[in-house]
C-alpha cells in the first residue's frame, strides 16, 4: 500500500523526468491537474520565453495524479513518431508583431486547439498553419 508521501515523490519525479526529457526548465512548463468526470486531466503547458505565451502541449486523462503523470511520460517518449510537425504564423491583437510557433498535432485542428488554449479565439489572428515535411 503506498501512502500519500510516496504518491507526492513520485509525482515529482515524473514531472522532472518529463522535464528533463523536453529538454524546457521549471518556468516553461506547467502541469496543470482538474477533475474531469471522476478521473485526472492533466494540462500540459508550455511558456515561451521569447514571447511570453502559453500553449498547450498535450492533454492526458487518467485516475490519479500518477497514472496522468504516466500517460504523459510515455506520450513524451513518443510523440515525435506519433504527431506531425506544424508551424504556424501567428499575431497577437494587441502586439501587432508576427510570430511563429512549433506544434506537434494529430491534424490541423489540434494544431489550433494548442495555438488557442486557455485563451479568447479573438486575440490572435493566424496568418498561416504549415504542415512541415517528415524527414
Given amino acids: ?57 498535450h492533454s492526458e486523462l487518467g485516475f490519479d495524479k500518477v497514472d496522468a503523470l504516466k500517460k504523459m511520460m510515455e506520450y513524451v517518449r513518443n510523440y515525435r513518431e506519433q504527431e506531425s510537425p506544424y508551424t504556424v504564423q501567428w499575431m497577437t491583437k494587441d502586439e501587432r508583431v508576427l510570430h511563429t510557433s512549433y506544434f506537434r498535432a494529430s491534424n490541423i485542428l489540434d494544431c489550433l486547439d494548442k495555438l488557442y ?9 493566424v496568418f498561416s498553419v504549415v504542415l512541415n515535411p517528415v524527414s
Fill in 117 to 125: 488554449y486557455g485563451r479568447d479565439r479573438n486575440t490572435i489572428t
Fill in 1 to 57: 500500500m503506498e501512502t500519500s508521501t510516496d504518491v507526492h515523490i513520485e509525482s515529482a519525479r515524473l514531472q522532472k523526468e518529463i522535464k528533463s526529457y523536453l529538454g524546457l526548465n521549471s518556468s516553461e512548463l506547467v502541469f496543470e491537474f482538474s477533475n474531469q468526470e471522476g478521473k485526472t486531466k492533466l494540462d500540459l503547458i508550455t511558456i515561451n520565453p521569447r514571447h511570453n505565451q502559453s500553449f498547450l502541449f
